[in-house]
């Protein structure tokens, strides 16, 4: 089930657009290389990958940042909660869809919601997503978890934060949304979640942390 994942995972079915501050790129790359995530050198193997892009008032007059990526190296860090995933799950951050397609691609999976601030983001990539299983709402993921009182049997925090325009770091709104979201989704789980962080929420709440 592992490689069935993953291949679902993958962004290919998202073209190259732009949209505002917003654009996907596909890069090819024809030999190993190595590129950076979360500020850590990454290998990537030969191949064709999607990139989605934001630029801020940093990076206005360069490449811009990068918010996301179908690399192997990125998909695998989502791969332990999708595999273990169950039910109704939530996602919050839609991105390329990757964690999104992969959950559907399980079979414990009976449907998804995927809630989504950026217009932008859902003008690029939500006429590629699935359809069926799936709900794709536009709203502030933080706004939403606060009022909204539905229950999940999980649910995975995958959002981008912009320092440079004075949003909260990211593991910090991660934290917030297990903790609003609290028992409502008893196993959770987010992208580049400190692992001392996971066994903190582990060891002291009767939430279940990937």
């Known amino acids: 089930m592992k490689d069935k994942i993953l291949a679902a995972m993958r962004a290919d079915s998202i073209p190259a657009a732009k949209d505002g501050l917003w654009y996907i790129m596909k890069q ?22 999607t990139f989605l892009i934001r630029w801020t008032t940093a990076t206005l007059h360069t490449h811009g940042d990068t918010v996301m990526h179908d690399c192997p ?17 939530l996602v919050t951050g839609l ?6 397609r992969g959950l559907l691609a399980n079979p414990r999976v009976r449907f998804v919601t995927v809630i989504e601030m950026s217009k932008s983001v859902l003008r690029m990539v939500y ?4 359809t069926k299983r799936i709900q794709i709402l536009r709203s502030d993921a933080t706004r939403w978890v606060k009022q909204n009182r539905r229950k999940f049997d999980c649910a995975y925090h995958d959002l981008w934060s912009d320092p440079d325009a004075g949003d909260p770091k990211l593991q910090l ?11 409502r989704a ?25």
């Open 95 to 100: 991105g390329l869809g990757c964690v999104a």
């Open 173 to 183: 709104m991660h934290s917030r949304m297990m903790s609003h979201l609290g028992m």
């Open 73 to 89: 190296h990125e998909l695998n860090s989502h791969l332990n909660f999708v595999l273990r995933a169950h039910g109704h799950v």
């Open 28 to 49: 090819t790359y024809h030999k190993r290389a190595v590129g950076l995530q979360d500020g850590k050198p990454v290998d990537v193997p030969p191949g064709s990958y």
């Open 127 to 130: 006429p590629h997503m699935p």
């Open 186 to 210: 008893p196993v959770q789980g987010a992208w580049a979640h400190p692992r001392w962080s996971k066994r903190a929420w582990n060891e002291r709440t009767p939430l279940t942390v990937f």
